[in-house]
């Protein structure tokens, strides 16, 4: 196997599907989403704290929270980078976009208390709190890498896009793809607005990858449960 049981459940949080998971590698598997995300002001929240174990603390609270709403999901996290992470749905599974929504809903939720109660352990005001996420929806390869570093790297342009729309959200809110907002139930799509740049032309320029359809998402205040997002 090119991808040990222990890899594996790193990335997927169990070992079902792994015996048939070399199968997916190296090759294009169609219809899958990328989300990407990251804590709003870690580098301030990092100035402001003396305390590095309060710091690691917080980290901890939201990477490891973010990693269980995921795995849970039944995505595959491909890794934990700074203050963010990565995650693919779509590699065993149809893509649900309400349910990818949702999931998102709960990492907005988690970043906001841990804002909170970090906030609450320093003095200076850190306004830009929350999280931000980017989604989009295409092909993903799984590229098996060499012998010498066993697993495998995520090869796709909508990992790019993934996190070139991730950078440009507002903290709180979805930036999604055209081809991800297409797929949602039209009770959701009503909840989403079209994005554009200051120019006035439909879509956002991204960087390196020019103007892209977009559209951008926030979850209701007080969400409780998995049906109000």
Same mark, same amino acid.
């Given at each position: ?7 594996? +459940? *790193? ?18 598997? +169609?219809?899958?989403?990328? @989300?990407? @995300? ?19 603390? @917080? ?53 906001? +208390? ?31 890498? =060499? ?18 729309? +991730?950078?440009?959200?507002? =903290?709180?809110?979805?930036? @999604? ?7 949602? =139930? *039209? ?43």
């Amino acid at each position: 196997m090119a991808v040990d049981k222990e890899l594996y +459940e *790193f990335h997927f949080g169990s070992l079902k599907g792994w015996e048939n998971f070399d199968e997916k590698l190296d090759q294009p598997i +169609e219809n899958c989403c990328v @989300m990407a @995300m990251d804590f709003c002001s870690y580098s301030a929240f990092v100035r402001e704290t003396s305390n590095i174990s309060l710091a690691h603390r @917080m980290l901890s609270a939201f990477c490891g929270g973010a990693r269980d709403i995921l795995i849970e999901s039944g995505a595959l996290v491909d890794r934990v980078q700074g203050d963010g992470l990565l995650a693919v749905w779509g590699v065993h599974e149809e893509v649900d976009a309400a349910n990818v929504l949702n999931v998102a809903a709960k990492i907005h939720k988690l970043a906001k +208390e841990t804002a909170k109660i970090w906030q609450d352990s320093i003095d200076r005001v850190i306004e830009t709190q929350g999280a931000r996420i980017g989604l989009s929806y295409g092909p993903v390869t799984l590229l098996s890498l =060499p012998s010498a570093y066993p697993g495998f790297s995520l090869l796709s342009e909508i990992v790019n896009l993934a996190a070139r729309l +991730e950078a440009r959200a507002d =903290p709180g809110t979805v930036f @999604m793809t055209n081809r991800f907002e297409n797929l949602l =139930p *039209f009770a959701l799509q009503k909840d989403c607005t079209s994005l554009s740049d200051e120019d006035g032309q439909r879509g956002l320029k991204l960087k390196n990858v020019g103007r892209v359809q977009a559209f951008k998402w926030a979850p209701k205040e007080n969400t409780e449960n998995d049906t109000n997002i």
